[in-house]
């Protein structure tokens, strides 16, 4: 579903992001991408959706190879992974039925279909009895379920999440993780970046270990330790 | 369809987010559309004021009260076979007296003591108009020459070349003016609406993120912008004929009065081509306001 072949990505004022990367997700794995602050994580997950591109080497999503992707194919690609991001807010003004199908309206998606794939997104994250709320009315936890809900709306095959847990107490950020789990189990192959040993640990999936750039450990259960 | 109506709401929740923003951006758009026409408008009321003064550009030969009638008519043939001559008329005694009658139709002791005189009072004359202006001069000339100038007792001839060429010099200076005007207001409004949309731009930063994240096409994601730009361009243009018209419907009888005996109406114009004018205005200022946002997304929507 995912994979990196000798990446390397240098941003233009000289720093090495990431050096000769590489590895391969299969569907419907649970991988999580720890390592320091710094390491190189947000990069790969950017590298994934075409935001930055490799300086070498090959990147290929779901059998194609995105490393030279045209500016005008990029929304293909990013209809077809759910992005939560660190600094992807939920849009203040706006309620959460709104925020939702806001992902929807922005790519031409008829009213009819919006009225039903929202309520259903919903649903998988908990928050039908919340759709008229606006994001200030709501807990961390809550917000963060709203931006996971929004990230489902094109019935991704990958979910990508930066730090889902970041600013979120140990209860609530395992409740996060739980519902990334039922995604999962839905079918879609969820990466997420952490640097949270806790969370790592208690799942016992995949976890990809980058340090300064480097994939330095790549184990089928592992954990992660500072 | 859907999504042709969803850019127009986003681009209408633009303008209307920065409400004050685009109050001012409208006001200026409208300061620009209105010296651009008028620009337009002056070159049209020069012309039309010149047109107007040359068609009452005329010769009046007055022949003398002893010359026969059939003289008169030889002369009036004698002129209409110049090639400077566009018409001839021939007004007889009768219908001179005639004339008179009807323009001090309120004289009733003016009209009392002429009743008394015999109705060859007043002179044969022909009026004479030319095919061109500046072809005066060389039809006096001609007439000057012939066998009919013993018969012509007085010529009145109303050179308004003066005038005509004084009009057409002040046209001239206050069109040229206006377009100085223009220009500076056009620069504005460029710099205006490139920063309203730069303004626009910074407050959606985040939609735009999400947007793009979400996989909304770079087109869907600029379109409302360009409509924004687009939007206020049509109702600059909107406002600008309502004004218009409106002044020029207020000021309608002073003008008119103004040009008393010219038959010249600014409202009649503008009413028979206010097309040309909605159009005008409408893709211009259209066309100015999409450039200039335009250019502020090219640089500052990097999608
Ligand atoms: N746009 C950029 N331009 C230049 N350098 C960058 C840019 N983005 C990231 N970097 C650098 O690349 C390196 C890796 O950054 P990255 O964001 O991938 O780290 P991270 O592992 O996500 O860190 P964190 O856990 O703090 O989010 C860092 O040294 C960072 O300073
Ligand atoms: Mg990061």
Redesign the pocket.
């Known amino acids: 579903m995912i994979e990196f072949h000798n990446v390397t990505k240098s941003?233009?004022?000289g720093?090495h992001?990431?050096q000769n990367a590489s590895f391969s997700i299969e569907p419907g794995e649970f991988v999580s991408i720890v390592?320091?602050?710094?390491?190189?994580?947000?990069?790969?997950?950017?590298l994934i959706i075409a935001e930055?591109f490799a300086s070498k080497g090959k990147v290929v999503i779901g059998g194609w190879d995105i490393t030279n992707i045209k500016h005008r194919q990029i929304p293909v690609l990013r209809r077809q992974i759910g992005v939560v991001f660190?600094d992807f807010k939920l849009l203040q003004r706006k309620t959460v039925y709104e925020n939702v199908a806001f992902g929807l309206e922005v790519c031409g998606t008829t009213p009819e279909k919006i009225a039903k794939i929202v309520p259903q997104v919903l649903k998988i994250v908990g928050l039908q009895g919340k759709a008229e709320k606006f994001p200030e009315q709501l807990s961390g936890g809550e917000q963060q379920r709203v931006v996971i809900a929004r990230s489902l709306v094109h019935r991704p095959k990958i979910l990508l999440a930066?730090?889902p847990t970041g600013n979120l107490d140990t209860i609530t950020a395992n409740e996060i993780i739980d519902l990334l789990l039922k995604i999962n189990q839905l079918g879609t192959t969820v990466v997420m970046?952490t640097?949270n040993p806790d969370i790592v640990n208690r799942l016992q999936k995949r976890v990809i270990t980058?340090e300064k750039?480097k994939i330095i450990a790549d184990k089928q259960k592992g954990s992660y330790h500072l | 369809m859907s999504s042709i109506i969803r850019t127009i709401r986003f681009a209408a929740q633009h303008v209307w987010r920065n409400l004050w923003l685009s109050v001012v951006t409208l006001f200026l758009l409208v300061l620009t559309t209105i010296s651009m026409t008028l620009v337009v408008g002056l070159n049209i009321v020069g012309g039309q004021i010149i047109t107007a003064i040359e068609q009452k550009v005329e010769i009046d030969l007055y022949f003398y009260q002893y010359v026969p009638e059939q003289d008169v008519l030889d002369a009036q043939e004698f002129v209409r076979g110049l090639p400077e001559t566009q018409s001839v008329q021939y007004t007889s005694p009768q219908d001179a007296l005639k004339e008179f009658k009807e323009s001090h139709a309120d004289d009733t002791a003016l009209l009392a003591s002429l009743s008394e005189l015999d109705d060859s009072v007043l002179p044969a004359s022909i009026t004479i108009k030319a095919t061109e202006i500046s072809s005066y001069p060389a039809i006096l000339e001609s007439i000057k020459n012939s066998p009919y100038q013993e018969f012509v007792d007085r010529t009145d001839y109303s050179d308004n070349s003066e005038m005509i060429s004084r009009i057409e010099e002040l046209t001239r200076i206050a069109n040229q003016s206006a377009l100085v005007i223009s220009t500076i207001f056009l620069i504005i409004s460029i710099i205006v609406i490139f920063n309203t949309l730069r303004i626009t731009i910074y407050n959606y930063r985040e939609e735009i993120g999400i947007m793009k994240l979400v996989g909304a096409t770079n087109s869907f994601i600029r379109l409302p912008f360009v409509l924004e730009g687009a939007l206020l361009g049509a109702l600059a243009a909107g406002i600008t004929l309502i004004l218009g018209y409106g002044l020029l419907f207020l000021t309608d009888d002073s003008v008119r009065a103004f040009f008393e005996g010219y038959n010249f109406s600014l409202f009649a114009y503008a009413k028979t081509y206010w097309y040309y004018f909605f159009f005008g205005e409408m893709i211009g200022a259209i066309v100015l306001s999409v450039v200039s946002s335009m250019i502020a997304i090219t640089r500052y929507l990097k999608v």
């Open positions: 941003y233009p004022d720093t992001a990431l390592g320091q602050s710094g390491a190189g994580k947000t990069t790969v997950a950017r930055e660190q930066d730090e970046v640097h980058i750039g």
